[in-house]
């Protein structure tokens, strides 16, 4: 198993381009969800999805937008980029809410300048 | 929402030292509390958690306590090494979200 794959690992985008973060889990898992990690704010929840066709808001949800179209797959979307969302993201998988281990991929470091 | 605070934001003990580190949270219904470390690059990983039915849970250096009366839970590292610097985030999980903590950065002086 490869576990939580993201894709890319470091990007730079230019204030107002549109770009997708790929997730991909091959464990199964039912949940899947996107943080962004900045300096003294921990990991804050961006979406998350507790199943193929169910998509929720958590703590931070403006400018970015999910789908989960497959069990397999996560993609989160930066409609404009802003400065603002200069950050590490990373996401997370849980085989189910009853289980509750969380397995995260290696991270994507993004830059909007 | 749940709201989890993290105290302190840095640390910094000597080798074969203990450290503490401590979290509250806001939302009584949270009944899940995970630790997870983070090394430089990575992405975080599970080291220890502790379900709302539970007062303490060790596994060999590292345990982990709560109160769920006072809404608090900690982190407790003995005999540390210099392996265990890195960056520990506590979390709680209450209906379907998992939120975390700010993050502590564990440094082991030798």
């Known amino acids: 198993n490869a576990g939580v794959t993201q894709t890319p690992k470091f990007q730079v985008l230019k204030t107002g381009q549109s770009m997708t973060l790929q997730c991909a889990q091959d464990m199964n898992h039912e949940y899947m969800s996107w943080y962004r990690q900045d300096p003294g704010m921990g990991l804050r929840l961006i979406h998350y999805?507790?199943?193929?066709?169910?998509?929720d808001q958590g703590e931070v949800p403006n400018g970015y937008n999910v789908s989960r179209s497959t069990t397999e797959d996560f993609p989160l979307r930066l409609l404009s980029a802003a400065p603002s969302q200069t950050s590490v993201y990373f996401c997370?998988?849980?085989?189910?809410?009853?289980?509750?281990?969380?397995?995260f991929g290696q991270g994507t470091r993004l830059t909007v300048v | 929402g749940e709201n989890v605070e993290q105290h302190p934001s840095t640390l910094s003990v000597q080798e074969g030292d203990s450290a503490v580190i401590k979290c509250t949270y806001s939302d009584s219904a949270s009944n899940y509390f995970p630790w997870y470390k983070q090394e430089l690059g990575k992405g975080p990983q599970l080291i220890i958690d502790i379900r709302s039915n539970v007062g303490e849970k060790k596994d060999q250096r590292i345990a982990v306590t709560l109160n769920k009366t006072a809404k608090h839970f900690s982190l407790h590292i003995t005999e540390t090494q210099p392996e265990d610097s890195a960056v520990y985030f506590c979390?709680?999980?209450?209906?379907?979200?998992?939120?975390f903590g700010q993050g502590t950065r564990l440094t082991i002086n030798p």
């Open positions: 979390a709680a999980r209450g209906a379907q979200k998992l939120v």
């Open positions: 999805s507790v199943g193929a066709g169910i998509t």
């Open positions: 997370a998988s849980v085989e189910s809410l009853a289980n509750t281990e969380a397995f």
